[in-house]
């Protein structure tokens, strides 16, 4: 997102509240300071910023002898806050002094009209303030200031919340109506009552704690055919209550994904439908090395339609293609030896947009078609361009409201409910609808941002369950910004290891702490690569494609990039494609054969 974009949209959205800077006002005899150490002379006392983004230091500073200094990141905005306890139906003001280039002050949970004012640029101390009134049953509201994502560190000093100071805040009522939804074969949903004065919650499983904003999460990570027990607290500045009922929930056998695989897999693409310049391949052709052969490709008879055709290759295009009837016979013969054969939705000009139920129906049904003629082991969903895209306001990758991302979420769920546990699911994103989630997602809090970041997110989540691989295409791509907050660039081992680490580790969504996208099992991770330097921009020679699993698998030959863990039970590689490699002597493949795991 480009700087003057940013500022004129926030510069537009701070006008529109009108008002925001405080006039002065006559002091009440009950008003009073109510800020906790807002002069930062106690450290950080009283305060808590996000990922260890905040420091007291001793210079510079506007008043006494200490300030804040916090430093935002690629992920992270530096925001730092304090609890407030105040009085329902009155008037406050907030006040503070920073220097810094993009530095916000500002006060949520309100209860009527949350309010903030800016900088986009203090090269000295400058007085921020703002006034707000508080709603009929507010009882605390949270001060706060962070910087912006990727930009210098802010200083801030002497901020202040000033006004009628109200009831001390209460440990909150133990939480009730704790229940379990319908578990899948690692997760369980879980739903439980609000209880006032909360301002989060967390639920207990094992030794797990996990803390929770709202009053509904989905554990996952659990083992399939296996009984959990689970209780919830809840918790604000004053503490955190006593544990809730337990409520017991037993997962699903559900054939754990990905079982029917070899613990080390190979998947390539094979131009079925076309020649793409690498010459036609036929399926009997393909070596033994392919362990998911991935049939390119499905495409709809118009982006919006749903209505899937597959046709193997023209004789014109490509005059050795087999008869449906060879093809077919050589689809047995593979799976005879233990192959997988999938029918692959998309490319990059299958544009598919389920913005309708239709549409959503005819995938469904044309879907099936496809399979059931062929006979085929499943799906890979294949989605690029502008199939997905997240509409303006849909900001939970959690809870998605987008037509043609809930609409596909249903439509594959039905299909897996149709061909039952032996059915395989993957699927190929670029890195801009997974990993660039971690700094962007959808059209962002204020618009402007390019509304397909991180798009394929809400359909991972959800189907994380009924998902055998996810390889996400490791080329075509632009920098992105790995968990280190360094960008790496494609090509080489490092970029590998850190776009595979994010799926392995889990991040929160945009650099919100509050909505973490869970990590996916290793073996339902495969490294997207192109077999050659004719397949695609990023192609990665042999030794760094080893140093990769070395890497996630070993833990050696890693580089600078420190991963979060080690994962021996990493599924393996997918390549672009089968074709290509074949051109390229069949060194991809080779090489994956040649490897000890």
């Known amino acids: 997102m480009k700087r003057t974009r940013l500022t004129a949209a926030l510069t537009a959205a701070v006008l529109a509240l009108g008002g925001l800077v405080a006039t002065a006002t006559t002091a009440q005899a009950a008003d009073q300071e ?20 905040g420091a007291a230091v001793t210079t510079p500073v ?55 004012n800016w ?23 949270t001060l706060y200031t962070h910087g912006w994502y990727g930009t ?13 100071g109200g009831a001390p805040i209460e440990i909150p009522a133990t939480p009730t109506g704790l229940t379990a939804g319908s578990p899948g074969s690692t997760s369980v949903p879980l739903n439980w009552s609000a209880v006032p004065g ?4 967390k639920v207990y499983q094992g030794t797990r704690v996990i803390p929770v904003t709202g009053t509904s999460t989905v554990v996952t990570g659990l083992t399939a055919s296996t009984s959990y027990s689970f209780q919830v607290s809840a918790t604000n500045s004053a503490g955190e209550s006593a544990k809730s009922a337990a409520v017991t929930a037993e997962t699903t056998s559900g054939g754990t994904p990905g079982t029917a695989l070899p613990p080390h897999a190979l998947v390539g693409y094979l131009h079925s439908s076309f020649a793409n310049g690498s010459g036609y391949t036929r399926m009997a052709d393909v070596p033994d090395s392919w362990d998911v052969i991935n049939l390119a490709f499905g495409e709809p008879t118009s982006v919006t339609s749903g209505d899937i055709r597959f046709s193997l290759c023209p004789v014109t295009e490509c005059p050795n293609v087999e008869s449906v009837a060879e093809f077919k016979a050589a689809i047995q013969a593979k799976q005879a030896a233990g192959k997988k054969v999938l029918i692959s939705i998309g490319g990059q000009n299958g544009q ?7 549409a959503r129906d005819a995938f469904v049904t044309s879907v099936s078609k496809i399979i059931d003629e062929y006979g085929l082991d499943g799906l890979d969903i294949d989605f ?8 303006t306001g849909d900001t939970d990758f959690r809870s998605p409201t987008t037509p043609v991302v809930t609409n596909l979420i249903q439509a594959v769920k039905t299909l897996k409910a149709k061909y039952g546990t032996k059915f395989i699911l993957t699927m190929a994103p670029e890195t801009f609808f997974v990993q660039l989630g971690y700094q962007f997602y959808g059209s962002g809090p204020w618009g402007g941002q390019d509304p397909r970041a991180g798009s394929y997110l809400p359909v991972i989540h959800a189907l994380r369950d009924d998902l055998t691989l996810l390889h996400v295409q490791h080329y075509n791509s632009g920098p992105i910004m790995g968990l280190d907050n360094q960008y790496h660039t494609m090509g080489n081992a490092d970029f590998h290891i850190a776009m595979a680490d994010m799926m392995l580790t889990g991040f929160p969504v945009a650099g919100n702490q509050s909505r973490i996208f869970p990590p996916l099992r290793a073996d339902q991770i495969a490294i997207g690569m192109p077999a050659s330097t004719q397949a695609g921009n990023g192609h990665t020679a042999p030794a760094d494609v080893n140093k990769t699993l070395d890497c996630l698998t070993k833990k050696t030959n890693c580089g600078s990039y420190q991963t979060h863990g080690t994962w021996p039970a990493l599924r393996g ?21 040649a490897y000890t795991w």
């Not at 909360?198 to 919650?201: C, K, M, S, V």
């Open 384 to 391: 690029e361009g502008h199939s997905l895209s997240l509409n």
């Open 152 to 164: 210098a560190a802010y200083y801030a000093d002497d901020l202040s919340l000033f006004g009628p």
């Open 62 to 116: 506007h008043g006494g002898t200490s300030a804040l200094k916090a430093t935002p990141s690629g992920g992270d905005n530096a925001k730092c806050t304090q609890t407030v306890t105040v009085k329902p139906n009155s008037a406050y003001t907030v006040s503070g002094w920073v220097q810094g280039g993009y530095v916000y002050l500002g006060v949520s949970g309100t209860g009527t009209t949350d309010a903030y």
């Open 198 to 201: 909360a301002t989060g919650y």
């Open 34 to 53: 109510l800020t906790v150490n807002g002069g930062f002379e106690a450290g950080l006392t009283g305060w808590s910023c996000s990922a260890g983004s």
């Open 352 to 358: 598919v947009q389920l913005s309708s139920t239709g």
């Open 573 to 593: 590689l997918m390549t672009w494609s089968i074709n290509w490699d074949r051109y390229n002597q069949w060194q991809f493949s080779r090489n994956f054969d």
């Open 119 to 141: 900088t986009p640029s203090a090269s000295s101390w400058q007085k921020l303030s703002t006034t707000f009134r508080t709603g009929a049953s507010t009882t605390s509201v």
